[in-house]
Every structure is written in C-alpha cells, then in structure tokens.
C-alpha cells in the first residue's frame, strides 16, 4: 500500500512570532525561513503583509529568497490585505495566500458583527479575489471549533466554490478534545460537497494542551494538511509542535500509514535556533527537543538501555538531530551506568574500585545536583589516592570551627594501618591550618606546606574542589591530592595523601601516634 503524504504548514513566523515577547526581525526571520526549507517544509507561512510595514518586507524577502518550499502570507478577507499578500508574494517560487475569517457565534455577534450570510458573501468575494493573483488559495473559517456544524458547511462549500484550494480548519482557542475534533473531520468529509477537490488541513491551538493530540486524530480522520510551529511556540499556550507531529508519524508510521517530507535531522538545530531568536526557552522535559528527551538517570532505565537501547528509547536520536543520548549520572544511577562512564573516560577499574567509586558517587549524588564526567573522573582519582595511602593513616573525621575574632580550630580522628583510631585537636591561622596542625599532632611530622592550591573540577556553587598541596619533610618533597564539596575536607585528605607518601618514602610506614618515623 502506497504510503500517503501530510503536508506540513509552518507558521512560526506568523503564529509563533504572535505571541507575546517573540518578535522577530527581518534578518532573523529570514534565518528560521532557511532552516525550515532545509528542514523540507512544505509550506512556510511568513507572515501577515497587511500587519505592518515591517511583515510585508519580512513576507517578500523570504518570497524571493526561499525556494523548494511554498511561501505563504495571510490575509483578512479584505482585498486591500489580499492586495499586499500579492505584492510580497510576487517572486515566490509557489505562493499561497491565506484568507480567514471568523465563523462562530461568538465571533459573528462580539467581534466581527455579521450575520451568518454576510460571513458566507465575505469569504466568497475574497477567495475569488484572490483566485485573480494566485491559484493556491487557503481559507480558515476562525474557530471553527466552536462554529455550528451546519454553518460550518455552508461556509466551506461557499469557498470550495469560489476556488479555495485548502480548507483548513483552526481549533482557534484550543477548545476541542481528540474525539471531538476526529468526528468533526469525518463529518465535513462525509457532508461538505465537493470536499475531494480541496486538502483538508487543521491548525490546532493548545490551550487544553491538547494541540499535537488534537492534530494527530484529525490526520487519523483525513485531514492531509497540519498547520505547526517549532517548538510549539504561538499565540497564548502555543500551536501543535512540528517536531512532535513529524516525529509521531515517523515513529508510529506502522500505526499511522502516513509520512512527512520533513528531514528530520535538522529538527534540533531548527528548534535551538527558534529557541534562541525568540529568547523562548525549551522545557527540558520538553518532546523531542527537550534537553532530557534523550537522557536517562534511573538506575533500571540505564541497566535496560544500556543492554539494548530500544528498552527505554523509542527514538533514534540521531533521527532529530541529537548527536548521542545521555547517561545522566545522579543520585537514581546505578554501577552499571557508572561503570560505563568510567570506561568511556578510560578506566576499566577492577570490582573492588569500581565498589569503592560507586559509595563515594552516592554520597556525592546526595550532595550535588548534577554529577558531570569531571565529577567522576575526580572520584576515581581520589580512590586512587586512598589506595596509595591504604596500608598508612585514613581520615575518618573532621572538624573545624571558625569564628570573627577567635582563633579557629581544628579537630581530625586518624584511623592508622593498625585499625587503632587517634583523635587531635589543635588551632591554626585558618580553619585548614589548625586541620593541618591537629594532622601533625597525631602522626607527630612537623611537615612544611610548600604550596596549597584549591581548584574547582566542575560547575556550579555545589562543584567539587580539589586541593593540591605540595608537603617537605627532612628534604624530602610529595605531592598530595584530597577532592570533595567540601574544601576543608578535602584540604584534610589532601594532607593525608602528602603525609602518607611520605610514610611510604621513608618505608617506615606508620608511626605510633606522636613519634616519627625511622630513616
Ligand atoms: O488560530 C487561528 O484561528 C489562526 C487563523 C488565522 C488560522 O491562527
Ligand atoms: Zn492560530
């Protein structure tokens, strides 16, 4: 069976550039028009010409520049905005024109104040006015949703009539629920005559939310034509999502039967782009171009996609444009996500480090929001350390006071190779210092600090700090490396690491609390 085509109307630079907050420029509309003709859009709607001097300009430099995709411009049903869409229209490859009208009670009684017959006359006059510039017409009956079923009719027959080509159906003020909107595709497909001559197409707003959902059942009832924004960006809460359409059909093409033309690797760039000209954000849980659409943090999802990626992805993220997903490490992650971090950084570390790097990650994860590879790469590093100072002193406390005015102070336990614990306190020029001074107590090496430098590994106010100290004892230098949130802890194990090194040196190994170490 021949698969069937949708025909995708982009109206970012119309819709979406309504809502409040997004205008645009000219130049930067102009950059969207090339990225959603290289996203092989059918039809790109660049604007309202009779809007301002201003959207006239933008609609015609994108009439003559873009080709491969129709342009189109909407218009009132008034011939002086018909007039201006032909004027900016007139170097297009394939030009569209887009008359609409109100139709709904509410509209006739409260905005537009016509009668129903005036309304039919109005669209009729317009469309044939417009079949004198342009043999593609489009005429949107405004809320059609909410119009009565037989108006509803009467209208479309009137402008089929007349020569509209496409006949597309708003859900203006995101009103309708799926099966609603579904029956009411299938009604004007069964009742309005001469219906076959003309692609039905829908333009769903999504004030319920409903807006891609809305879309889709109209599709599954015969509309050909989806009128969509990048990102779903539009007036109030938005139009359908392009992405989210194209990406259903694609996805559910089993279910649907139905493709897009649409390339859909260029789906991110579009989206960042959109994003970044309107200064509108994309939610991060956000389909398809959110920035966790393709990121997986709980243990069981990561354990599952990391055997077979389809048990948690339905999509290839390459399909949109998203180079690789992401295994994002945090608190819900489990050893075999962190394992898999670990060796794509380079270290395939044996059962024992990887146990001893998973406990640390979980207290790290408890601390910090996000873990990044610079996070984790650090933990390995620091496990590395321990296990050079194994077999001599390992911190198990620490404690330090700071006061304006009073002389800070230091409190570590020690626990030495023997298992025996050792506990000192002593004051210090800063609260590192006394840290440092109650270190030497206990392991009885008046060591000189050469050099102390803290650096942060990662991002963010909660980032990890790693302390570099550079420690001499009897001629004698090493480096020591402690990391952590907190820097006077890790200035503590930097310390530590120097000390132990230097206990190793001397092949001493550790001393009884307070004695040094043999030559
Ligand atoms: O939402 C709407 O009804 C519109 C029309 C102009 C199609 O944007
Ligand atoms: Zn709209």
Known sequence: MKTEKLIIFDTTLRDGEQCPGASLNIQEKLEIARQLSLLRVDVIEAGFPAASPGDFESVKQIANEIRGSQVAGLARALEKDIEANARALEKAESPRIHIFLSTSKTHRVHMVQKAKEEIIDMAVKSVRFARKYCDDIEFSPMDATRTEKEFLKDALEAVIDAGATTLNIPDTVGYTIPGE????????????????????????????????????????????QVEC????????????????????????KDFFG??????????MSCSKLVSSLTGFFVQRNKAVVGKNAFAHESGIHQHGFLKRKDTFEIMNPHDVGVEESELVMGKHSGRNALQHVCKELGYDLTQKELDAVFDEFKILADEKKEIFEDDILTLIQKQRWTQESLNTYSMKKIKSSFETGALPEGSVELVSRDGKSHTATATGDGPVDAVYNAIDKITGLACKLLDYQVMSKTRGKDAQGEVTVRVSHDNREVIGKGAGVNTVEASGFAYINAINKLLIKSKAGPVEAGEMPGP
Do not use: P, W
């Open 229 to 252: 924004t990048i990102n779903g960006i539009g007036e109030r809460a938005g139009n359908a999502a392009m992405e989210e359409i194209v990406m259903a059909l694609k996805t559910r």
């Open 258 to 267: 139905i493709e897009s033309g649409i390339d859909t690797r260029h789906i």
């Open 181 to 224: 909107f579904s029956e009411l595709i299938h009604y004007l497909k069964g009742n309005v005559s001469g219906i076959e001559k003309a692609v039905i197409s829908v333009h769903c707003h999504n004030d319920l939310g409903l807006a891609v959902a809305n879309s889709l059942a109209a599709v599954q009832a015969g509309a050909r």
